[in-house]
């Protein structure tokens, strides 16, 4: 009997042993299946409807054939307004590691905030779910078209005794490159400890709706942590005397030094200061009501000398409607007007040491600088981008 009991006790534990190993089978037949995963995609939105197309892998082929579920959803992109709802089932067959879905994006060319949306994978067969949700970005960032309020004062296109002698209006979809050329880079901060860097690219100026758009952003571009533009006629348009109107809208945030100025024409053979500076507009964002009007020569001891003063808008700010900067320029005299409200009048008596160099020719420059010594560094207050808008500028001779 005890020998029977013996016999029926390992019968016993080796039933036992052989489920344990059954269960620990099954778990391993689990283990073994291949992980799905879907991967994103990040793109400029298309000019005309067009797919992002997003791929979903195995993480080694099945014996089997694979399937998963899939469905889009909303994040900043809307389904119907900015890409077009998606859902089903998705099959790899057997021996087969990859299969993708197509998602509409609707076409527009407007430039705005980049926005997302998510693919969501669920209820795998015969694989289990790793990476189950991708984010689809449409970039829209870097977009042409960009319309803008225009309120705002303005000037005639004509005045008596004067004839117009070049103008941009800024009409059209491209800058006119054999008018306008570029300052490219950081250049140790353009004598003034500036944190951006100058580019000609599309995200920091275009044409777009009829103006002229300098973009400022955050982003790290060749070792600087923000982009923006400067461009000039240097070799181009030159003048000397004249009435000319320039109407812009301005960003006025803490960090930005947006300006519209001239430099003498012969910087290259006599260097700044020697070679004059005027800044028909020049604002520092943390002022968002002031404008400044400058004149700068160098004195005869080889410093700069400055003669300037202010301009204060009743109400509101320079970002919120256009305004007309414009400068009366004559022999030994100029003068500073904003929206034809005469503010500096300078002549050549006020160049008390020195010489004065605003009787020779000047060309324009256009920029928006981040940061430096004059404006100070932008703060948490600042959002990106921020844009200056040139409706027009006009040059007037008699």
């Not at 900043?76 to 299969?99: N, R």
């Not at 005869?300 to 256009?322: H, I, K, M, V």
Request: glycine fraction near 10%; hydrophobic fraction near 35%.
């Amino acid at each position: 009997m005890k020998l029977i009991r013996l016999f029926y006790s390992f019968l016993l534990v080796a039933g036992m042993a052989a489920c344990s190993k059954g269960s620990k089978g099954g778990s391993a037949s689990t283990g073994n299946q291949p992980s799905i995963k879907v991967s994103g995609v990040n793109s400029a939105r298309p000019a005309q409807t067009a797919p992002f197309r997003f791929y979903i892998d195995l993480s080694a082929a099945s014996q089997q054939s694979v399937s998963v579920n899939y469905a889009t959803a909303d994040g900043t992109a809307k389904a119907g307004t900015d890409y077009t709802a998606s859902s089903g089932t998705l099959t790899i067959p057997a021996g087969q590691t990859e299969v993708y879905v197509d998602v509409p994006i609707k076409g527009d060319s407007l430039r705005q905030a980049d926005q997302v949306f998510y693919v969501n994978l669920s209820a795998p067969v015969n694989a289990t779910l790793g990476t189950s949700q991708a984010t689809g970005t449409i970039v829209n960032s870097n977009l042409s078209y960009l319309p803008t309020d225009t309120t705002g004062y303005t000037t005639p296109a004509s005045y008596p005794g004067y004839t117009l002698a070049w103008s941009d209006e800024f009409n059209g979809n491209t800058l006119n490159t054999q008018v306008w050329n570029f300052d490219i880079g950081n250049n140790n901060g353009w004598g003034n400890n500036e944190l951006e860097n100058y580019t000609s690219r599309p995200q920091n100026v275009f044409v777009s709706a009829g103006h002229l758009i300098i973009e400022a952003d955050q982003e790290s571009y060749q070792g600087n942590n923000y982009t923006s533009a400067r461009m000039k006629t240097e070799g181009a348009m030159q003048f000397t005397y004249g009435r000319i109107d320039i109407r812009a809208k301005l960003p006025v945030a803490h960090g930005l030094w947006p300006a519209l100025w001239m430099l003498g024409s012969n910087i290259n053979t006599v260097p700044w200061p020697g070679c004059g500076e005027t800044d028909i507009m020049e604002l520092v964002g943390s002022s968002p009501n002031k404008v400044l009007g400058s004149l700068h020569w160098q004195q005869a001891n080889g410093s700069e000398g400055t003669y300037n003063n202010a301009y204060y808008l009743p109400t509101g700010d320079f970002s919120q409607q256009f305004h007309v900067f414009s400068l009366l320029w004559q022999k030994d005299s100029v003068q500073f007007f904003v929206d034809d409200q005469l503010y500096v009048n300078g002549s050549i008596a006020d160049v008390t040491s020195g010489n004065y160099p605003f009787n020779l020719p000047f060309f324009f420059i256009f920029n928006v600088a981040v940061g430096g010594n004059f404006p100070g560094p932008p703060d948490n207050t600042t959002t990106w981008p921020q844009r200056m808008f040139v409706d027009y500028v006009r040059v007037f001779q008699q």
